[in-house]
């Protein structure tokens, strides 16, 4: 049984109070701490201070703003995200393809946000790590996936990212320079050891999604089990369509590919100005497929994972041009592979 290290665990009551303790040498944020209790066990962070945000006020719940702006707070379980009304359906799906009832219950949507990179060298008990030299993330030399190369190449394994990126989503960081304001987009790196773009002492707090009644949204999720599992590919999808069904929109966000949500620019081109329709669809899919470039650092092959690309693009696309769009499953199970 891997166990905890020894550690000394701090309960702020305010923002203030926790940012001051994260300027403490070795202070790990923890909200739910469904990812970082694992990560403790394995000894992937040299943590010796665990500062909780369960009792600071006002980072709890969904709300509504008067203009339809939905705002959700940090600390709001995956439980609640999922079964929320006012949250878009394709929020709801994501938050309830995350793991199992009992981590959603237990995990927030902040911390899924921040949820850290994943790599097949990395996320094993600190004896194996050592036994085939530790990788670069396990403050080693080498990244074993790449060794030619000195990068990262964990896996950003967020559900909520890639939905949020699609809805044009933003979320709110405080710290000790003050308030910001920054696209869900722009909080990633592409780079499995910096994967956040927030300073060491910044607390993300809320995100918010624009309303956009027009907007068509959806999320398939490929994991080898239907549940508990990590993603090994996401594929978000937000359409607008005209009266005469031409698309005027697009955004198609690629999760678990990269160390950071990809957008598919390429493929969001190929829809619009174009009929949503079966052709388009397809050449949106096979640009998506060009842009992911899967690595051998995750769960099942990276060709095959590459391979369910255009695939669940198409999944995605197919299922937005019913009117209204279905509610899809949780998760998706092997499907069978595409035609060589």
């Known amino acids: ?123 094993v008990p600190d004896l194996w790590r050592q036994a085939a030299e530790p990788c670069l993330k396990a403050s080693g030399d080498t990244c074993w996936v790449a ?11 967020t559900d909520l990212a890639p939905v949020f990126i699609a809805l044009d989503a933003s979320v709110t960081l405080v710290g ?15 780079d499995g050891m910096d994967h956040v773009a927030k300073a060491p002492d910044e607390i993300l707090v809320e995100i918010a999604v624009p309303p956009d009644p027009g907007l068509r949204s959806t999320y398939h999720k490929l994991r080898r089990r239907g549940s508990v599992d990590f993603p090994i590919l996401g594929v978000a999808a937000a359409i607008r369509t005209d009266d005469d069904g031409i698309c005027t929109e697009a955004r198609i966000v690629l999760g678990a590919v990269a160390s950071a949500p990809l957008r598919a620019h390429e493929a969001e081109e190929a829809l619009v100005g174009q009929p949503f329709g079966p052709d388009a669809i397809a050449a949106a899919a096979e640009a998506a497929r060009k842009l992911a470039r899967p690595l051998a650092n995750t769960d099942l092959t990276s060709r095959y994972r590459k391979r369910m690309v255009p695939v ?29």
């Open 147 to 157: 060794p030619a190369k000195q990068h990262c190449w964990a896996v950003s394994s």
């Open 312 to 340: 669940f693009v198409t999944r995605a696309l197919d299922e937005l041009k019913s009117d209204p769009p279905p509610r899809p499953a949780a998760g998706d199970r092997f499907p069978p592979p595409p035609p060589p």
């Open 1 to 123: 049984m891997l166990r905890l290290p020894p550690l000394r665990h701090a309960s702020p009551s305010t923002l203030e109070e926790a940012i001051e303790l994260l300027g403490v040498e070795g202070a790990v944020l923890a909200a739910g701490g469904t990812d970082l209790v694992p990560n403790l066990k394995r000894r992937q962070h040299s943590a010796t201070v665990v500062v909780s945000l369960r009792r600071v006020e006002g980072l709890h719940g969904v709300r509504v703003d008067g203009d339809g702006t939905v705002r959700i707070g940090a600390l709001t379980t995956l439980a609640t995200v999922a079964d929320d009304s006012r949250v878009p359906a394709a929020l709801r799906t994501a938050a309830g393809s995350v793991a199992s009832p009992q981590i959603r219950n237990q995990g927030t949507a902040g911390g899924n946000l921040c949820v850290d990179t994943r790599c097949d060298w990395l996320n």
């Open 176 to 190: 000790r320079a003050g308030r910001r304001s920054l696209s869900v987009e722009d909080l990633y790196r592409d």
